[in-house]
């Protein structure tokens, strides 16, 4: 799995950049497998994105490299479309991490109208994405005090979207008093920061002041007369002309820009001259404001003075001029590569890579969040295209979701039921299905594979009590047993009913003929719940009602095995109404003693339990009842006793949470047969034919 990081800041000019600069650098002395993605980037022209691509020559293009214009992203979460949002910034940042050993993930700039709520924006990319958070911020003009507590509010943020900070650098901080700052900032992080990388980064003026092109491009100024090497000169400070010249010479400092009119010829040669005497400071530029043009005698003079320093026109007056050079800020770009070493060079002096290393790769991500989960379906699907069977192919529902399923072409699809009742339903009720799309619609009472099917059920069943070839004729007629029949004969590769029939109806012909996987004695089902921060697994919620203490453990391995296929690190939690040895009765030994064999069974997988839920799923509570355990609050299987606990426990979290559930999933057949709810969406459907695909493969 490829590693990765996401620094963040909580302010704008906090100098990430800078970070970002220094972290890449270090990264590329790892690898050469470096990418570098920002899930929202300020506009086409953004000079950051560019500074990274183009400075360490990343093989990736600059398409590859973002998700979203700051416009685009604001579009969507104003017509209340996180989720497309995030669905948008997973597709590309996966697209790029699937060919590096290491992304960075730069986070929003808190720059135009987002910056209100941009926190949040990045709080849930980075937990969407499994990225551990480094934080940046400023102690530009604030107290120690100041600067740690703004860091200590948004890693306590963080950490309640569910989001692990890893490291906190405070920037910009007074030149001689970085030790008053890191101890601040230690302090403040107490318990919390134990293990986490900390640092300050004192201000330094070179890096922070803008150089003189950034001076032009800021005021969008015209060079009159420059030296190119010249532009990229720092401007530390402006001073206004309004005076005579010797006025003026009082207050010349080292690279300091000259604003004057154009009409003031004296101060402008009398700059230049100053600038060139060893006993003045040289200054970075002029620039010559209002909308008169420069006197000609004057552009002759100094066009013919050697080692020019840069001149520039603007054609607001000197008031606003100044205006907008206080909005100039200095920027690291590839033009001014002395700035970029100095940075490289600030970052690797002040930060203690090694403990930062250590945390970016020991970071494990609590669980797959729930975009990312469904997003893996939708791309472990596409791999492979796999042929699924719908029984019900008469329901308005399953029609919608065959529209969606073929249109992204995830799977192909049969369905089953009368062609012509099917299309009465799509044009009814409008619903965008080409049926020449589909695999085909097949009417079991009609298809001339009836025949075929109903003599393989009776060589299947016939030393069962009752079933004849007329029996076995009349049951192929049935949409559940002539679906299920396709999938074992490996004429579709799953199926997925129950939109419009019970559970007992669509699993009874799997049963009875397409058996159990070798090794595993009894069909189970899970749910993956997608809770706001992870996906976990429940089972069993929806076939067995009493399981014994060897079925249970059955049914926890068979879970665990299910819930690693889908990419979520089993934790299996056995639940009871007793956590550990407290708890006595005949229930909490079952699970007690399912436990036990569970052990035997997966000794490499994470078990335990008995265990109460709320010490199964939360870190405080599962500390304090079961210290020392690998699943107490971090587990991502949950196996209930019962179904009669299961099935009211999954209903009770979807409903109170607003949790997807996706499933039921049958585990432990030999070919994918599942169930839907008969209240199913649209959306249950889809991600069921999903999930059915990937067992398929």
Same mark, same amino acid.
């Given at each position: 799995?490829?590693?990765?990081?996401?620094?963040?800041?909580?302010?704008?000019?906090?100098?990430?950049?800078?970070?970002?600069?220094?972290?890449?650098?270090?990264?590329?002395?790892?690898?050469?497998?470096?990418?570098?993605?920002?899930?929202?980037?300020?506009?086409?022209?953004?000079?950051?994105?560019?500074?990274?691509?183009?400075?360490?020559?990343?093989?990736?293009?600059?398409?590859?490299?973002?998700?979203?214009?700051?416009?685009?992203?604001?579009?969507?979460?104003?017509?209340?479309?996180?989720?497309?949002?995030?669905?948008?910034?997973?597709?590309?940042?996966?697209?790029?991490?699937?060919?590096?050993?290491?992304? +960075?993930?730069?986070?929003?700039? #808190? =720059?135009? /109208?987002? &910056?209100?709520?941009?926190?949040?924006?990045?709080? %849930? !990319? *980075?937990?969407?994405?499994?990225?551990?958070?480094?934080?940046?911020?400023?102690?530009?003009?604030?107290?120690?005090?100041?600067?740690?507590?703004?860091?200590?509010?948004?890693?306590?943020?963080?950490?309640?979207?569910?989001?692990?900070?890893?490291?906190?650098?405070?920037?910009?901080?007074?030149?001689?008093?970085?030790?008053?700052?890191?101890?601040?900032?230690?302090?403040?992080?107490?318990?919390?920061?134990?293990?986490?990388?900390?640092?300050?980064?004192?201000?330094?003026?070179?890096?922070?002041?803008?150089?003189?092109?950034?001076?032009?491009?800021? +005021?969008?100024?015209?060079?009159? #007369? =420059?030296? /190119?090497? &010249?532009?990229?000169?720092?401007?530390?400070?402006? %001073? !206004? *002309?309004?005076?005579?010249?010797?006025?003026?010479?009082?207050?010349?400092?080292?690279?300091?820009?000259?604003?004057?009119?154009?009409?003031?010829?004296?101060?402008?040669?009398?700059?230049?001259?100053?600038?060139?005497?060893?006993?003045?400071?040289?200054?970075?530029?002029?620039?010559?404001?209002?909308?008169?043009?420069?006197?000609?005698?004057?552009?002759?003079?100094?066009?013919?003075?050697?080692?020019?320093?840069?001149?520039?026109?603007?054609?607001?007056?000197?008031?606003?001029?100044?205006?907008?050079?206080?909005?100039?800020?200095?920027?690291?770009?590839?033009?001014?590569?002395?700035?970029? =070493?100095?940075?490289?060079?600030?970052?690797?002096?002040?930060?203690?890579? %090694?403990?930062?290393?250590?945390?970016?790769?020991?970071?494990?991500?609590?669980?797959?969040?729930?975009?990312?989960?469904?997003?893996?379906?939708?791309?472990?699907?596409?791999?492979?295209?796999?042929?699924?069977?719908?029984?019900?192919?008469?329901?308005?529902?399953?029609?919608?979701?065959?529209?969606?399923?073929?249109?992204?072409?995830?799977?192909?699809?049969?369905?089953?039921?009368?062609?012509?009742?099917?299309?009465?339903?799509?044009?009814?009720?409008?619903?965008?299905?080409?049926?020449?799309?589909?695999?085909?619609?097949?009417?079991?009472?009609?298809?001339?594979?009836?025949?075929?099917?109903?003599?393989?059920?009776?060589?299947?069943?016939?030393?069962?009590?009752?079933?004849?070839?007329?029996?076995?004729?009349?049951?192929?007629?049935?949409?559940?047993?002539?679906?299920?029949?396709?999938?074992?004969?490996?004429?579709?590769?799953?199926?997925?009913?129950?939109?419009?029939?019970?559970?007992?109806?669509?699993?009874?012909?799997?049963?009875?003929?397409?058996?159990?996987?070798?090794?595993?004695?009894?069909?189970?089902?899970?749910?993956?719940?997608?809770?706001?921060?992870?996906?976990?697994?429940?089972?069993?919620?929806?076939?067995?009602?009493?399981?014994?203490?060897?079925?249970?453990?059955?049914?926890?391995?068979?879970?665990?095995?299910?819930?690693?296929?889908?990419?979520?690190?089993?934790?299996?939690?056995?639940?009871?109404?007793?956590?550990?040895?407290?708890?006595?009765?005949?229930?909490?030994?079952?699970?007690?003693?399912?436990?036990?064999?569970?052990?035997?069974?997966?000794?490499?997988?994470?078990?335990?339990?008995?265990?109460?839920?709320?010490?199964?799923?939360?870190?405080?509570?599962?500390?304090?009842?079961?210290?020392?355990?690998?699943?107490?609050?971090?587990?991502?299987?949950?196996?209930?006793?019962?179904?009669?606990?299961?099935?009211?426990?999954?209903?009770?979290?979807?409903?109170?949470?607003?949790?997807?559930?996706?499933?039921?999933?049958?585990?432990?057949?030999?070919?994918?047969?599942?169930?839907?709810?008969?209240?199913?969406?649209?959306?249950?459907?889809?991600?069921?034919?999903?999930?059915?695909?990937?067992?398929?493969?």
């Amino acid at each position: 799995m490829t590693s990765t990081v996401y620094i963040s800041t909580i302010e704008p000019l906090a100098g990430k950049s800078l970070v970002s600069l220094g972290l890449t650098d270090l990264l590329l002395r790892k690898s050469p497998k470096i990418g570098y993605f920002r899930p929202i980037i300020h506009n086409q022209e953004d000079a950051h994105l560019s500074l990274i691509l183009e400075h360490f020559n990343l093989q990736q293009s600059r398409a590859e490299s973002y998700a979203f214009e700051a416009a685009e992203a604001n579009d969507l979460l104003g017509a209340g479309n996180h989720d497309q949002l995030l669905d948008g910034i997973i597709r590309k940042f996966k697209a790029l991490a699937d060919r590096c050993d290491f992304v +960075l993930v730069e986070g929003t700039d #808190f =720059a135009g /109208e987002s &910056a209100s709520f941009e926190f949040d924006i990045n709080a %849930s !990319i *980075a937990r969407n994405l499994g990225c551990p958070v480094l934080l940046v911020g400023s102690g530009h003009q604030r107290s120690a005090e100041e600067a740690t507590r703004q860091l200590r509010v948004a890693m306590d943020n963080f950490n309640q979207e569910e989001t692990e900070v890893i490291g906190a650098i405070l920037n910009l901080v007074p030149q001689g008093k970085e030790n008053e700052y890191l101890a601040a900032l230690k302090k403040r992080l107490g318990g919390t920061g134990k293990h986490k990388a900390m640092a300050v980064i004192p201000y330094d003026e070179t890096l922070a002041s803008p150089s003189v092109r950034e001076i032009c491009d800021g +005021l969008q100024a015209q060079i009159l #007369f =420059a030296a /190119e090497d &010249a532009l990229e000169r720092p401007v530390r400070r402006f %001073s !206004i *002309a309004a005076m005579q010249l010797p006025g003026l010479l009082d207050y010349v400092t080292e690279d300091c820009a000259i604003v004057t009119p154009a009409d003031r010829g004296d101060i402008i040669v009398g700059s230049l001259m100053a600038s060139r005497a060893s006993s003045f400071p040289s200054i970075s530029c002029i620039v010559v404001t209002g909308p008169k043009p420069l006197q000609e005698n004057i552009t002759k003079l100094i066009s013919g003075l050697e080692g020019k320093v840069p001149v520039m026109k603007v054609e607001t007056n000197s008031y606003e001029t100044a205006v907008a050079l206080n909005n100039v800020r200095s920027r690291l770009s590839t033009r001014n590569p002395s700035k970029i =070493a100095s940075a490289l060079r600030v970052f690797h002096e002040q930060i203690d890579t %090694s403990l930062l290393e250590k945390n970016i790769s020991t970071f494990k991500a609590r669980g797959i969040s729930p975009q990312m989960f469904l997003y893996a379906l939708r791309e472990r699907a596409l791999e492979k295209r796999r042929h699924i069977v719908l029984p019900e192919g008469n329901d308005p529902r399953i029609l919608r979701a065959s529209a969606e399923l073929l249109r992204d072409k995830h799977v192909e699809l049969t369905l089953l039921g009368d062609q012509r009742e099917i299309e009465r339903v799509i044009k009814d009720q409008n619903i965008p299905l080409d049926i020449y799309q589909l695999k085909g619609i097949i009417n079991p009472q009609t298809s001339p594979n009836h025949n075929r099917y109903a003599k393989q059920l009776f060589e299947y069943r016939k030393h069962k009590k009752g079933m004849t070839e007329v029996v076995a004729q009349d049951l192929m007629t049935d949409v559940s047993y002539f679906g299920t029949m396709m999938v074992q004969l490996g004429e579709a590769d799953g199926m997925v009913s129950g939109a419009a029939h019970t559970t007992q109806h669509t699993i009874r012909p799997a049963l009875q003929f397409v058996k159990t996987k070798p090794g595993v004695e009894l069909v189970s089902s899970v749910f993956f719940m997608c809770l706001p921060d992870r996906v976990v697994v429940y089972g069993d919620c929806a076939i067995n009602p009493d399981p014994t203490a060897p079925e249970l453990a059955q049914i926890a391995v068979t879970s665990a095995d299910t819930a690693a296929m889908f990419g979520i690190d089993p934790r299996v939690a056995l639940l009871s109404y007793s956590s550990g040895s407290s708890g006595k009765g005949s229930d909490v030994e079952k699970v007690r003693e399912a436990t036990a064999f569970a052990k035997t069974l997966r000794p490499n997988v994470p078990i335990d339990g008995p265990i109460q839920y709320d010490a199964a799923v939360d870190m405080a509570v599962g500390a304090k009842k079961l210290p020392g355990s690998p699943v107490a609050g971090q587990a991502s299987v949950l196996i209930f006793p019962d179904l009669n606990t299961g099935n009211n426990t999954y209903k009770a979290v979807q409903r109170e949470t607003g949790a997807i559930a996706v499933g039921p999933m049958l585990q432990g057949l030999n070919k994918p047969v599942n169930d839907l709810s008969r209240g199913c969406t649209v959306d249950d459907i889809i991600n069921t034919v999903l999930i059915t695909a990937i067992q398929a493969g």
